[in-house]
């Protein structure tokens, strides 16, 4: 089966859309991160992937417990960036979260990231 993909040329227009469709779902993430959010956070590893990391500027790394919390009553996923860091060594002041966006439509993105907006100015 896998052969006959390859060799039809069908699982290379795949990888292609899925690509294509992740692209767009890359940069609708980011507008919205941008227009609702703006200076208040810093995003980093948008260039490729399926994930970004937004550090909140302003909001101490001790924080995260809490704003995970409240942004799961609301129907928002987020995952801290500081239980990747080697305990031994120093971990960052400023809180971040791991925002992915392979999962969700374009329009779903939009009303996460108002969501999450919402959550972060409650909890500044």
Do not use: C, Q
Request: cysteine-free; overall charge positive; aromatic content about 6%.
């Amino acid at each position: 089966m896998l052969a006959d993909l390859l060799a039809s040329g069908a699982y290379e227009r795949h990888v292609r859309s899925i690509r294509r469709k992740n692209a767009e779902r890359r940069v609708v993430l980011l507008h919205a991160l941008a227009d609702r959010l703006g200076p208040k956070v810093t995003v980093a590893g948008a260039d490729t992937g399926l994930h970004v990391v937004a550090w909140t500027n302003g909001i101490a790394a001790e924080r995260e417990p809490e704003i995970i919390a409240a942004a799961r009553a609301v129907g928002i996923g987020l995952y801290p960036v500081s239980p990747l860091y080697d305990p031994a060594a120093p971990r960052p002041a400023t809180a971040g979260f791991i925002l992915g966006y392979a999962g969700f439509d374009t329009e779903a993105l939009r009303r996460g990231v108002a969501v999450l907006a919402t959550v972060l100015a409650e909890h500044r």
